[in-house]
Nanobody
């Protein structure tokens, strides 16, 4: 059973930046696509970004394109989410997740919550106006 631990959340002013990290346990990290999701109060959990196991393909929800960058370091078993030009509407708990499928090459359309089977505990990101 993989364990995912997020870090890097906090309080930032609008226009600022944060870098989230997700450290994974186990020796199979490099074989799985990874994703970031977020959940605001009273809202459903939504997809933010994903990266395939090779790191060659990345996916973003439209609202973060051009502002957020997902990356991974397989040697460190870590996936990152660099968040720039933050807006108050980015305020949410951010979750790291591991894909259910081994060696996923691509997603048909936008990655979905159901594509991921292991989740971290979340880290709070608050953007003040």
């Amino acid at each position: 059973q993989v364990q995912l631990v997020e870090s890097g959340g906090g309080l930032v002013q609008a226009g600022g930046s944060l870098r989230l990290s997700c450290a994974a346990s186990g020796r199979t990290f490099s074989n799985y696509a990874m994703g970031w999701f977020r959940q605001a109060p009273g809202m459903e959990r939504e997809f933010v970004a994903a990266i395939t196991w090779t790191g060659n393909s990345t996916y973003y929800t439209d609202s973060v394109k051009g502002r957020f960058i997902i990356s991974r370091d397989n040697a460190k078993n870590t996936v990152y989410l660099q968040m720039n030009s933050l807006k108050p509407e980015d305020t949410a708990v951010y979750y790291c997740a591991r894909d259910k499928a081994l060696l996923r090459q691509y997603y048909r359309g936008s990655p979905r919550t159901g594509d991921f089977g292991s989740w971290g505990q979340g880290t709070q990101v608050t953007v003040s106006s």
